[in-house]
């Protein structure tokens, strides 16, 4: 599935463009268009400077089930956009009346990791003595939805925690595209949050397959 990836998002040639999100005057059309060309030049600059073609195709292997999992963000203002190919086993997701809101994702790290990882976080004297004696894996999870105060303009909202301990991350991120964990979906399965790709598809052939091995 790394080929499907190339595929769609060929690193060499155009795959998305970008069209104005309300009606646009006809005097300011050519405007509008100019800003969008610019946006364009801009996004796939900043693609390019990643690492999103090296991960993709890795995290592509999970559109076999029908769900693929991204993370993205920017360490500092200075360096590229880094993105990591998600293991759909780390996410749990929920669906909402806007699609996939809630969404979560586990994963273990060495305790000497923790201050790489959250170079800003507030540890707890337990979580301390355990970085600074390098000892164990702790179990590091992050939560994000959206806060609908404002129905117009939803935020996001992030929540961390460190074997279930706050670290002093919780915070808003802001409106549509702040959150880092990018979900996309195959053949979305109705009333649930996850995709049905061709493994799943498959399931009943394989059983009887099974079947027919054992007579």
């Not at 301390?128 to 806060?147: E, H, L, M, P, Y």
Request: overall charge negative.
């Amino acid at each position: 599935y790394g080929e499907l990836f190339s595929t769609m998002m060929p690193e060499n040639a155009p795959w998305v463009e970008y069209e104005p999100g309300n009606p646009v005057e006809q005097d300011q059309k050519q405007a509008a268009e100019q800003d969008l060309e610019q946006f364009e030049v801009a996004i796939a600059r900043a693609i390019r400077a990643s690492n999103f073609y090296d991960e993709g195709p890795t995290a592509f292997q999970d559109a076999v089930v029908g769900t693929v999992a991204m993370w993205a963000d920017r360490p500092a203002l200075s360096l590229p956009i880094n993105f990591e190919a998600v293991p759909i086993s780390e996410v749990y997701l929920r669906l909402g009346p806007r699609g996939i809101e809630d969404r979560f994702r586990c994963k273990k790290y060495d305790y000497a990791d923790l201050p790489v990882l959250f170079p800003r976080a507030s540890f707890d004297r337990e979580t301390a003595d355990k970085i600074k004696n390098s000892k164990g894996t702790a179990s590091v999870q992050w939560g994000f939805w959206r806060d609908y105060s404002d129905p117009s303009n939803p935020i996001w909202l992030q929540r961390i925690r460190v074997d279930g301990k706050s670290i002093g991350l919780d915070v808003e991120l802001g409106e549509e595209g702040s959150c880092p964990l990018l979900i996309g979906r195959f053949n979305p399965v109705p009333g649930s949050p996850w995709g049905r790709g061709p493994a799943v598809r498959m399931l009943p052939t394989l059983r009887v397959l099974d079947e027919v091995t054992r007579m």
